[in-house]
């Protein structure tokens, strides 16, 4: 089946700092999403993006379906951005999607 | 607007015990239905699928059952429950018919097996 890598696995920085996730995998996707896992453990629905750019606020994601990798920017990070950073996709019309490990965000004030 | 629901939101069990935890969906019709079980750590373990009433798919033998008795019900069930089924559990939906569809999860329950 498809692999997801994450990268980094933990990140900390200082309140008011920038950062790159990213999303790495191995074949063709028609579908991939980013989620924030808060510290309550609800999983937030960030970005729906199999291609192209979006930006949110201070969020943005691109995701480059031909090189299969997808970023996510966090601009201005804030205490409120820490929390567990998933990428989750779908291929070949499968309904199941694989999610990678995600990246681990403490943001300090 | 669709909206998901789990409950209940935090459950300590003994061992041995019975389990059903239920998931609904509101707004929407024929979604495909998920459970996913978090243990300590990150990943994210998919448990059960279903992509219609009475349409359950296993990803993992174990302790644990699903049933859909209804198009926006899902249930989560054990007979005994043990040690290692704590965990948080996860219910999740997409619009059925399509692989690329946005998956949105409930908000979870927390379940400690002792």
């Known amino acids: 089946g498809i692999q997801v890598e994450q990268s980094p696995p933990d990140l900390i920085l200082q309140e008011g700092a920038n950062s790159t996730l990213r999303c790495n995998f191995s074949?063709?996707?028609?579908?991939l999403q980013w989620f924030h896992q808060n510290p309550w453990g609800q999983l937030i629905n960030l970005f729906y993006?199999?291609?192209g750019t979006k930006q949110n606020g201070r969020l943005s994601a691109t995701t480059v379906a031909t090189e299969r990798y997808s970023l996510l920017y966090i601009s201005s990070s804030q205490t409120t951005d820490s929390g567990v950073y998933f990428c989750?996709?779908?291929?070949?019309?499968?309904?199941?999607?694989?999610f990678g490990r995600g990246t681990s965000l403490i943001v300090h004030p | 607007s669709q909206t998901i629901h789990q409950w209940p939101a935090t459950l300590v069990q003994p061992v041995g015990s019975p389990l059903s935890l239920e998931c609904t969906v509101e707004?929407?019709?024929?979604?495909?239905l998920y459970w996913y079980r978090q243990a300590a750590g990150r990943g994210l373990q998919l448990l059960f699928y279903?992509?219609?009433?009475?349409?359950i798919s296993s990803e993992v033998p174990q302790n644990l059952s699903a049933s859909r008795p209804q198009d926006r019900q899902f249930i989560l069930s054990s007979k005994k429950l043990l040690l290692s089924d704590s965990g948080f559990y996860l219910c999740?939906?997409?619009?059925?018919?399509?692989?690329?569809?946005?998956?949105?999860f409930g908000p979870g329950t927390r379940l400690t097996v002792t």
């Open positions: 074949d063709s996707v028609n579908n």
């Open positions: 999740a939906w997409s619009r059925g018919t399509s692989g690329s569809s946005e998956q949105y």
């Open positions: 279903s992509v219609g009433i009475g349409q």
């Open positions: 707004g929407t019709s024929n979604p495909n």
């Open positions: 993006i199999p291609s």
């Open positions: 989750a996709v779908t291929a070949g019309g499968s309904y199941i999607p694989t």
